[in-house]
């Protein structure tokens, strides 16, 4: 290569001494105002190309070393980068197979000393401090990745999940209503819109809502379980506006909520409170009955007799029971009620002979509770200890506990929702 260089330059002599062998004049220029100069024609091209030499290296030398200090920089970057993704990596690992958040947290630290943007370690970091149940520490972590981008639906969703965690449903409502600003089909976001709904019974809303989301679904399985919700929530929003005497309201959500299904009993039961609250004791008593000849749900069988009984009509609620029997003979559960029924009517021979007829494996505790109290009433008080010996608890002798159908929990008050797997219309015996 230096050979080939210095070969170069004895060329450029070569032509420069040929130039001036046949150049020899002599060439006037002006640097400055009047100041004059006389040279050699080959002079001033020597001159000329050399300051364009040197004009050229200097611009070499400008490119290559801004290309050196970007290398440098470049060079250095990679290094922090590898630093950050190994502490990054490591605070992972002890995260999620070693279990030791402590350490976590230190490399997560070291991974914000580097680079106090990483918005992926502060999020991880508020997560930390969020399952130590240490709020104020993950609201800051959490608040300081919102301030670094504000539309991060992963830090939005986060600081959701602490506001619900503190309580602040409202606030929580609003950060998820930013999230869905901004993008509207974060499905993660709509089911939380949905949750805080029914922690607020905002069940108007609910309505609303739900039906959008009925609408996303495309398998039949998915549609069902949407459906019942929406059932469901016609029916909460009919009994608060029941509760808020909006009687037009409450009647047209449980009417919806039948028109989806016939054997949804609490719209039922609804509609029949709706119907006496308007005043018509008697129409509700024949829409209860006219349900249950449908239905055959012993719940509204239940109400009825409440009603009847109240209204000093015992008669007309014995004959419903009978001709209940008498369509299903060997239905157990309506032989309890109507021996219960014949008990609270103090009519102690009808009670005893329709329990014992009662098959004992099914309701053996119940038969056993009132068979002992009817015995009491009776002042057979040797037959009566031994009833209640068999079942040891004389507190809940004439109560029967409602069953969950899809999770069997047991309650002795009725409710149109089970408390405990939050699902409507499972109560039953």
Request: some cysteine.
């Given at each position: ?368 509770k009132l068979r002992g109290s009817i015995y009491l009433k009776r002042n057979q008080y040797e037959d009566a200890a031994q009833e209640f010996l068999k079942v040891l608890d004389m507190k809940s002798a004439l109560h ?30």
């Open positions: 290569m230096d050979k080939f260089i210095a070969f170069l330059f004895i060329i450029v002599l070569a032509i420069l001494a040929d130039i001036a062998f046949f150049n020899m004049d002599q060439v006037t220029i002006t640097i400055y105002n009047n100041h004059l100069y006389t040279l050699p024609k080959v002079a001033l091209i020597i001159i000329s190309s050399t300051i364009g030499a040197l004009f050229v290296s200097f611009v070499f030398f400008l490119s290559g070393t801004k290309r050196y200090i970007r290398n440098k920089q470049t060079q250095k970057k990679r290094k922090t980068e590898e630093k950050i993704n190994n502490s990054y990596s490591k605070a992972l690992q002890y995260m999620a197979f070693g279990n030791k958040p402590d350490e976590a947290v230190v490399h997560f630290n070291n991974v914000l000393k580097e680079d106090s943007s990483h918005i992926l370690s502060l999020i991880r970091l508020g997560d930390i401090y969020l399952e130590k149940d240490d709020l104020k520490k993950a609201g800051e972590y959490y608040q300081k990745a919102r301030n670094l981008d504000s539309e991060n639906r992963e830090v939005l969703l986060k600081l959701t999940i602490l506001k619900e965690k503190a309580g602040q449903i409202n606030d929580a409502l609003a950060l998820v209503e930013d999230i869905l600003s901004i993008d509207s089909n974060d499905i993660s976001a709509i089911y939380k819109k949905r949750e805080f709904f029914e922690s607020l019974s905002k069940w108007d809303d609910l309505v609303y809502l739900q039906k959008t989301i009925l609408k996303r679904k495309s398998s039949d399985e998915e549609k069902e379980i949407e459906n019942r919700l929406l059932i469901g929530y016609e029916y909460e929003y009919g009994r608060q506006s029941l509760e808020n005497n909006e009687l037009e309201k409450s009647k047209k959500a449980f009417k919806t909520a039948l028109k989806t299904d016939k054997f949804f009993i609490p719209a039922h039961l609804g509609m029949a409170e709706v119907i006496l609250t308007e005043g018509n004791a008697e129409e509700a008593v024949n829409y209860l009955e006219k349900t249950y000849s449908q239905v055959k749900s012993i719940i509204l069988l239940i109400r009825l007799e409440d009603l009847l009984i109240n209204t000093g009509e015992p008669s007309r609620l014995l004959r419903i029971y009978r001709n209940a029997i008498t369509e299903e003979p060997d239905r157990d559960t309506l032989k309890l009620f109507l021996g219960k029924l014949y008990y609270r009517l103090e009519m102690l021979d009808d009670a005893m002979d329709v329990l014992n007829s009662v098959d004992s494996g099914m309701f053996f505790q119940e038969t056993c029967i506990p409602y069953s969950c159908s899809n999770c069997d929990y047991l309650s002795l008050e009725w409710s149109g929702r089970c408390p405990e797997c939050k699902k409507w219309n499972t109560y039953g015996f």
